[in-house]
């Protein structure tokens, strides 16, 4: 795992290290200290094995002492049956021979029962060192009584002093086996072991000392009495009442070993010899030998069985203690153990709870908004809740992202921010940015709004008419339905233009826009081609009478007189209105579909117009007929222009001062095999459907620049003089084509002329085509070429606009020029001054009469052209005419040209 790395290039020891140090030291101390309890049981276990040994050699002490005291008698009988003056032997009432010879064979007896006895002293026991002196004090002590060197007293006192000292050792062994720490129940065994001791230590020495007391005489006899008397005492006084014992069975075998005849015949004999020295016979000492004996064994056995006892509690105590270590131990490594189990399932949990959360953290710092486990302790519980907020915050922020990026702007506003500064920023940044979007789409909803929108009326502009007559094409072709356009041109809209103003002018067709939308259906579309022409798109039309008679109230409800605000003419106005028909025909879905049927409801409206204005007219087949000529008539038109059929030919324009010539006017000529001459009028029509009039206009620019840089050449203009210029019709389509001014541009570089040599005349109609129009015009305005405008008077521009308009000359129409009417004739005048006053030229058109020409020069008109002149001639008859400024009114109009 990729998070896993990123953890350990951190550094830092995992949890779990930290966790294992924190248990490990509780857990030696634990440790330790079971060490330390098992220790302690362990040395009770010691106590018990020594105490044991020590009662043990305690034993065998009390039995070496008993034999040393058993030597006593025979001893100190064979010395005194030796030395005839140590004492009365008579008073024994034997034979000293025989009594010697006795003597001398329990010495040797009990001798032997001694040596048996230290030889069993095991050289392990704590007895064994005590043994080896005995051995050594007894073979002096055995030795002198053999060879006779020392007094029987001396003997005696020997003897006496061993078995003594025996028995001082015995006491200390057994007090130290009472010392050990034994438990209660050994303690008194053991103490029954000490006391029996007790009692067989007084018991086997109360008849030797009493007898020694007996042969001795003096201090030593004094000395050995009180000894005796001590001993039968001491024995007296622990036999009487309850035996001082734990056992039971001890205490019955005490007393059976205490109360047996022979022994309280023994015990009473020796009280009272103890009472009154002598009372007691010598024959009568010894025979209580045998009884003594038999007493001794029985309290020997006494010994045996305490020692038994002793050795059987100790033995269950050593048992119980080593219990105890062992359970000691098995419950101190089940201690531990389970500390160790404890201490890794916790460590476990809390090393994996953070381990969790570091890689929840880890995958959140890597942009994944994973979810955040909860589990673990409360910190860690703390920081995941933390974190899965923090992650949630940020899944918001990227869920609003997402919206943004898919545009949806109401999903990438929340509410409330994500938490936390970060939320804030991004909540209000979001907010900013929607709302700077929200602006955006809704300017540029109002932009493309006027793009479409004609900004007089609120209609759909030619371009959008003609978008949403194609969709409704479309849209009905797939029902099968058919579609209806109505064109309709206004009739006298010029008249209320030029009489009433502008201002009126633009009521008359706000108003018109009106009364066509009450007019038509709900879904119809209604929409402004420009200037007085407007067009009503019908969806899911029934039959063409439908059509007529939707035109007939078209004409009905334009007809109604229009108000006018006040200031803006004498009240109200009148318009009417021709209507031209057409239908889409099955199949009519090309990308043109929109164009032909305007074009046919065009044509129908023509008719409408021709045929006495205020009247609907269909396209029919005469229509399509006139129109498939018109096609025909493009296309070999197209060819003509490339074979090189077409020519120009030229008209002077002269000043009306002094006739001198200014320059001249282009005029297409085709001369079309087969056919004839087709006027201009006919074939520029028809060219204008498609593209083809802006191949034809770029082939005029270039031949006329090229004929006037020619003449220029050729004859130069006199001193003074200007140099004439060449004037080219510029048709509405190819003012408004993206090359326009690249053709310009390459005529005038081709044939090197300056731009100022060059007069672009242009309809006035074509001015309303929008701002494409106007642009080029600047442009070509700004490039020092002469724009004109061509017919003026015969559109609808009125003569406030001419302030604004960006032209350099007027062409007045050759109606005007013509015209007898007064009307007319005013109408010039104003139209000289008027653009005069804007800095304007005027040139008349179609003069023909030297009348007009005398008209012309009274109202200060600059320029004139006409047959009165020069009628349009082939460049080389031109050629042929007198130079510039030579040309005078009458010289030439005879001309066959035209
Ligand atoms: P326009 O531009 O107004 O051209 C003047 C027309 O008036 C010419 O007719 C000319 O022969 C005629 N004319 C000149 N003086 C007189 C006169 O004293 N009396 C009479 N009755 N007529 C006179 P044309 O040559 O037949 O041209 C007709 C129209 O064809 C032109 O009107 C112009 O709109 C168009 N046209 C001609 N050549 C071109 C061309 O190269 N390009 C374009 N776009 N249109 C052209
Ligand atoms: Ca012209
Ligand atoms: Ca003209």
């Given at each position: 795992m990729t998070t896993g790395s990123a953890w350990r290039r951190l550094g830092g020891r995992p949890v779990w290290q930290h966790l294992a140090a924190l248990v490990v030291v509780p857990l030696l101390a634990t440790s330790a200290v079971a060490t330390t309890t098992v220790a302690d049981r362990v040395a009770e276990l010691h106590a018990t094995g020594e105490a044991v040994e020590l009662m043990r050699a305690g034993a065998e002490l009390d039995e070496l002492r008993r034999a040393v005291d058993g030597e006593l008698l025979p001893t100190l009988t064979r010395s005194a049956t030796r030395d005839p003056s140590s004492f009365d032997i008579g008073a024994f009432g034997e034979e000293r021979g025989p009594l010697n010879r006795q003597a001398e064979k329990e010495v040797r007896s009990t001798r032997e029962a001694t040596d048996l006895v230290l030889s069993a002293v095991p050289a392990t026991s704590a007895a064994s060192v005590t043994a080896r002196l005995t051995q050594v004090k007894l073979a002096t002590a055995r030795s002198a009584a053999d060879q006779g060197t020392a007094s029987t007293a001396a003997l005696a006192d020997r003897y006496l002093e061993l078995s003594e000292w025996l028995s001082e050792v015995e006491d200390r062994l057994l007090a130290r086996t009472t010392a050990a720490g034994l438990s209660e129940d050994s303690a008194l065994a053991v103490s029954d072991v000490v006391v029996v001791a007790g009692l067989t230590q007084h018991a086997s020495r109360a008849l030797p000392t009493t007898f020694t007391a007996r042969v001795l005489s003096g201090d030593e006899q004094v000395r050995v009495r009180r000894r005796a008397e001590y001993a039968i005492g001491a024995y007296e006084s622990m036999i009487t009442g309850v035996p001082p014992l734990s056992g039971a069975r001890q205490r019955v075998a005490w007393y059976e070993a205490t109360s047996s005849p022979q022994a309280r015949q023994l015990t009473e004999a020796l009280h009272r010899e103890s009472l009154v020295p002598g009372s007691l016979s010598g024959p009568e000492l010894l025979r209580l030998r045998n009884a003594s004996g038999a007493r001794d064994r029985d309290l020997s056995a006494l010994l045996g069985e305490a020692v038994d006892a002793a050795e059987a509690a100790i033995e269950a105590e050593r048992r119980e203690a080593a219990r105890r270590v062992s359970t000691t131990v098995v419950l101190c490594l089940l201690v531990l153990a389970g500390a160790l189990a404890a201490a890794l399932a916790q460590g476990r949990w809390l090393s994996r709870s953070l381990r969790r959360l570091a890689d929840a953290a880890s995958r959140v710092g890597e942009g994944q908004l994973v979810d955040v486990p909860r589990g673990g302790p409360r910190e860690v519980r703390t920081a995941a809740a933390t974190l899965a907020g923090a992650a949630a915050g940020l899944q918001q922020v990227r869920e609003q992202a997402d919206a943004l990026a898919r545009g949806d702007l109401a999903g990438a506003v929340r509410d409330e921010p994500a938490p936390g500064p970060l939320g804030e920023v991004v909540h209000t940044s979001v907010q900013q940015l929607v709302r700077a979007v929200q602006q955006r789409e809704q300017l540029q909803g109002e932009l493309a709004h006027q793009a479409a929108h004609d900004a007089l009326t609120g209609l759909p502009n030619r371009a959008a008419a003609v978008r949403l007559l194609q969709s409704a094409l479309h849209r009905s072709a797939r029902r099968g339905a058919a579609v209806g356009l109505l064109f309709i041109d206004l009739d006298g809209f010029k008249a209320v233009n030029d009489t009433s103003g502008h201002a009126a002018g633009d009521e008359v067709l706000r108003a018109v826009a009106a009364r066509l939308r009450e007019v038509v259906r709900a879904g119809d579309v209604v929409g402004r081609l420009g200037g007085d022409e407007f067009v009503v798109v019908a969806e899911?039309?029934?039959?063409v009478g439908g059509l007529v008679d939707l035109g007939q109230r078209i004409i009905d409800a334009v007809r109604r007189p229009v108000p006018l605000p006040p200031g803006a003419g004498p009240g109200t106005a009148r318009v009417g209105a021709s209507v031209g028909v057409a239908v889409s025909r099955d199949g009519g879905t090309g990308d043109d579909a929109g164009d032909v049927l305007l074009a046919e409801a065009d044509t129908a409206v023509y008719r409408a117009k021709a045929r006495g204005r205020g009247r609907v007219e269909v396209f029919d087949d005469d229509l399509r007929a006139e129109l498939a000529a018109r096609s025909d008539l493009e296309d070999a038109l197209r060819a003509g222009l490339a074979r090189g059929e077409l020519s120009l030919h030229y008209q002077p324009v002269v000043a009306v001062a002094d006739g001198r010539l200014l320059g001249y006017e282009a005029l297409a000529r085709w001369d079309r095999p087969g056919v004839g001459r087709v006027p201009p009028d006919v074939f520029v029509a028809a060219a204008e459907a498609s593209s083809l009039v802006c191949d034809l206009g770029r082939w005029v620019l270039r031949e006329a620049t090229a004929q006037l840089a020619r003449w220029r050449a050729d004859r130069p203009a006199s001193w003074g003089a200007a140099e004439p210029t060449v004037a080219v019709n510029v048709s509405g389509r190819h003012l408004v084509d993206p090359r326009l001014l690249d053709d310009v541009d390459a005529a005038l570089a081709a044939s090197?002329?300056?731009?100022?040599a060059l007069v672009l005349e242009i309809t006035e109609t074509v001015l309303v085509d929008g701002p494409l129009a106007l642009e080029h015009l600047r442009a070509l305005r700004a490039r020092g070429v002469e724009v004109s405008i061509d017919d003026f008077g015969t559109g609808w521009t009125s003569i406030g606009q001419l302030s604004t308009t960006?032209?350099?000359t007027l062409k007045v129409d050759r109606s005007f020029t013509a015209s007898d009417d007064p009307g007319c004739r005013d109408l010039v005048a104003l139209v000289v001054h008027a653009a005069h006053t804007f800095g304007l030229r005027v040139v008349a058109e179609g003069v023909e009469e030297p009348e007009q020409l005398v008209w012309l020069r009274s109202l200060g008109c600059d320029a004139a052209q006409g047959y009165l002149f020069s009628r349009p001639l082939p460049a080389a008859e031109v050629a042929a005419l007198p130079a510039p400024g030579a040309l005078h009114a009458g010289d030439r109009h005879a001309s066959t040209a035209g």
């Open positions: 899911d039309v029934g039959d090197g002329l300056p731009p100022s960006p032209a350099d």
